[in-house]
T-cell receptor, first 111, second 113 residues
Framework: KQEVTQIPAALSVPEGENLVLNCSFT??????LQWFRQDPGKGLTSLLL?????REQTSGRLNASLDKSSGRSTLYIAASQPGDSATYLC??????????FGKGTHLIIQP | NAGVTQTPKFQVLKTGQSMTLQCAQD?????MSWYRQDPGMGLRLIHY???????DQGEVPNGYNVSRSTTEDFPLRLLSAAPSQTSVYFC????????????FGDGTRLSIL
């Protein structure tokens, strides 16, 4: 059974810092990995999708990498802003059923 | 741009009542799914569908039924609500076979008293 772990569970940093969120998964046979953002009381917003054949994806200040063989992904946020405060979820697609999610990293950017 | 629409947004039920959570998407996606999100547990897959007329169970299907009569709609039915089903429910859709990202609705917050 696929399991996804996100470290750290919570993170608080001053505005302007670059930061890295980590995601690991136990079964390397995945189709893709997706990073989401969730604001309190809201739904999930897709940030980046990395196919199993890709190494990284970038969108603005966000960069996600994938090392499928070691079962790891990182989400890099450059020049963090208070508006980046949210919970970040990592999810992998490893079968025809659905996504397996980590429990998320709760991020607070201090002004 | 409607995307994935879930109704209702909030609902309070009494134990034993039944109800249907609605989910509709306007992107002609083949794949649709339902998740529940609980504190400390993350999101878990309840049921999914790879196309009209086809449904299957996910990780936590007990107490829930689904059907997929059209491509657009994927309702989730609670047959006899229990307090353990108090949760936030999310519907998602995607062009699954093409490896496209999954799109989520805004969720239904359900409380069972």
């Amino acid at each position: 059974k696929q399991e996804v772990t996100q470290i750290p569970a919570a993170l608080s940093v001053p505005e302007g810092e670059n930061l890295v969120l980590n995601c690991s998964f136990t079964d390397s046979a995945i189709y893709n990995l997706q990073w989401f953002r969730q604001d309190p009381g809201k739904g999930l917003t897709s940030l980046l999708l990395i196919q199993s054949s890709q190494r990284e994806q970038t969108s603005g200040r966000l960069n996600a990498s994938l090392d499928k063989s070691s079962g790891r992904s990182t989400l890099y946020i450059a020049a963090s802003q208070p508006g980046d405060s949210a919970t970040y979820l990592c999810a992998v697609l490893s079968g025809a059923d659905g996504l397996t999610f980590g429990k998320g990293t709760h991020l607070i950017i201090q002004p | 741009n409607a995307g994935v629409t879930q109704t209702p947004k909030f609902q309070v039920l009494k134990t034993g009542q039944s109800m249907t959570l609605q989910c509709a998407q306007d992107m002609n996606h083949e794949y649709m799914s339902w998740y529940r999100q609980d504190p400390g547990m993350g999101l878990r897959l309840i049921h999914y569908s790879v196309g009209a007329g086809i449904t299957d169970q996910g990780e936590v299907p007990n107490g829930y039924n689904v059907s997929r009569s059209t491509t657009e709609d994927f309702p989730l039915r609670l047959l006899s609500a229990a307090p353990s089903q108090t949760s936030v429910y999310f519907c998602a859709s995607s062009n699954h076979k093409q490896g496209q990202p999954q799109h989520f609705g805004d969720g239904t917050r359900l409380s069972i008293l």
